[in-house]
């Protein structure tokens, strides 16, 4: 592959199409500029890099996405003024799920905008047969971001449209749902090719470019959706047994932007923002800071921690002040007196993981934080997954395995202190497994995980009941602008 050179100058509109896909792969500081003369004749990483591109549109890491995967869950709330998005509160806080709303409309157009990115990509590769190491990576490298998106929409939709693929006419995507079996079976091929020909790391110059590990812990997750531990405790020990990854010691570091793409990080939807180059950024962080005023303008406010999850906590587990910005409080690392709660403002916490350096806010001209990477797969998440899977299996080594991955994070979390968090030492399976899903729920707080999590364990309803939760909610409706294009081929789903 063809390094970044610095400084390099953009040179042709041509450039500034590849600048838009690429520059999330530089070092945080403007270090220079990749252009198409820099690109290695036959390389796909220019389309490539506009696959990447897709990853930081509004439906897939902003939004609709803390909407779907995090406002449903019973960690959060929408949040933000009592005023301010009223529909919404009663959409995803109360399930009271519609039909046309732009939230929902986005999600689900801007993650086919992004398979259709990476089925051209694919598509493209295949037709001129290149099967040089190079090529085979951008070709995994795409097939990842499809699997990712298609992994999205059938936990959030069910059944979907199955388009693998290139796009020419419009009217070429327009075809019935496949069943959520074929739907899996694509995702496994692509994680599997994706797995098998991404390098394990990259020169730092291409930092947050996909790799082995996020192929083989995105397939553990989607086996976990699918209650598969045989075949999710494998690809997860993969991960560990690449010795690529550990878990850092300063847990609240993690999320602050120092602690981007650092050891423990798997997979980051990568950001980047100056006050002059305003394209590349993400709304992420935007979406979730501190509703205020003047210098507390941190943005919507929406995407708010409830009282359920700040009393999940442990006495003394370091994490909750990891998790939780505190209103009307002077929290670290920046001690920065947080406003109070109101009566127009109601919210005692705000999302702390998203809480951005006063210092960048000033040099970067935003209050914003459109340069916070949005982490999705972390390493923590993966030894969760692993213990899960051994103790739902079963066994003596797999009991043995499960309770040494879950004190890894529990003895990073107390950070010894010995006071607090004892290690969890049952061999009963049902004890184990309700240990290990508290661990999840505290570990990854507002990490956009909790919901899935309930529903794959079959808990949501009872979990969720008081929210008016059904087991239909389990799936959103079917975009009706979708349904109406299609003109009956796209068929609602059936409990809608």
């Not at 959060?76 to 959409?91: F, L, N, P, Y």
């Not at 990115?117 to 290149?130: K, L, M, P, Q």
């Not at 291409?206 to 959706?225: F, N, P």
């Not at 598969?228 to 690809?235: D, E, H, R, T």
Request: proline share 4%.
């Amino acid at each position: 592959m063809k390094f970044f050179k610095k400084p390099l100058v953009v040179t042709a509109v041509m450039g500034l199409l590849i600048l838009s896909g690429c520059k999330d792969f530089l070092d945080r500081e403007p270090l220079g500029r990749y252009t198409e003369k820099d690109i290695p004749a036959g390389s796909f990483d220019s389309q490539v890099f506009g696959v990447y591109a897709k990853m930081r549109s509004f439906g897939v890491s902003a939004m609709p996405y803390l909407a779907i995967h995090n406002f449903r869950s019973d960690d959060a709330v929408k949040g933000s003024s009592t005023t301010d998005g009223v529909a919404q509160e009663k959409i995803y806080d109360q399930f009271q799920y519609v039909k046309d709303e732009w939230l929902m409309n986005s999600y689900w157009s801007d993650h086919y905008a992004l398979i259709n990115a990476a089925n051209a990509v694919i598509a493209d590769i295949d037709s001129v047969g290149a099967t040089d190491e190079a090529t085979l990576i951008n070709k995994g490298e795409a097939k990842f971001m499809r699997a990712y998106a298609y992994f999205n929409l059938v936990r959030t939709y069910g059944e979907v449209p199955k388009i693998d693929f290139k796009i020419n006419d419009a009217g070429q995507a327009n075809i019935p749902k496949s069943p959520t079996t074929a739907i899996f079976t694509l995702i496994d091929a692509d994680l599997q090719e994706a797995a098998a020909t991404l390098p394990v790391s990259w020169d730092a110059q291409y930092i947050g470019r996909l790799t082995k590990g996020a192929a083989l812990a995105l397939h553990a997750k989607s086996y976990m959706w699918r209650g598969n531990w045989a075949s999710a405790l494998a690809a997860a020990k993969q991960v560990i047994g690449l010795g690529k990854y550990s878990l850092v010691s300063d847990y609240s570091g993690i999320f602050r932007e120092t602690g981007e793409n650092n050891a423990e990080s798997i997979f980051e939807v990568q950001a980047y923002y100056d006050i002059s180059q305003t394209g590349l950024g993400i709304q992420y962080s935007q979406m979730q800071g501190v509703r205020g005023s003047g210098a507390w303008d941190l943005g919507w406010g929406w995407n708010t921690p409830t009282q359920e999850l700040a009393d999940a906590f442990e006495k003394g587990d370091p994490r909750k002040d990891a998790t939780l910005l505190y209103s009307g409080q002077a929290n670290t690392p920046y001690n920065e007196l947080v406003p109070p709660a109101t009566v127009s403002v109601p919210r005692p916490y705000w999302n702390k993981k998203t809480y951005t350096n006063p210092t960048l806010r000033a040099a970067k001209g935003s209050r914003f934080g459109e340069w916070v990477n949005l982490r999705v797969i972390r390493y923590a998440d993966v030894l969760l997954w692993a213990a899960e899977a051994a103790n739902e299996l079963g066994g003596e080594q797999n009991t043995t395995d499960a309770l040494g991955w879950l004190e890894m994070i529990r003895a990073r979390a107390r950070a010894g202190n010995a006071a607090v968090l004892p290690a969890i030492t049952t061999k009963n399976q049902a004890e184990l497994r309700e240990a290990i899903r508290h661990e999840r729920r505290v570990e990854l707080g507002m990490e956009n995980e909790r919901f899935f999590d309930l529903v794959r364990w079959g808990i949501a309803e009872e979990t969720l009941k008081s929210s008016g939760y059904q087991s239909r909610n389990r799936y959103l409706p079917i975009p009706q602008p979708e349904i109406d294009k299609s003109k009956g081929v796209l068929v609602q789903n059936p409990e809608y």
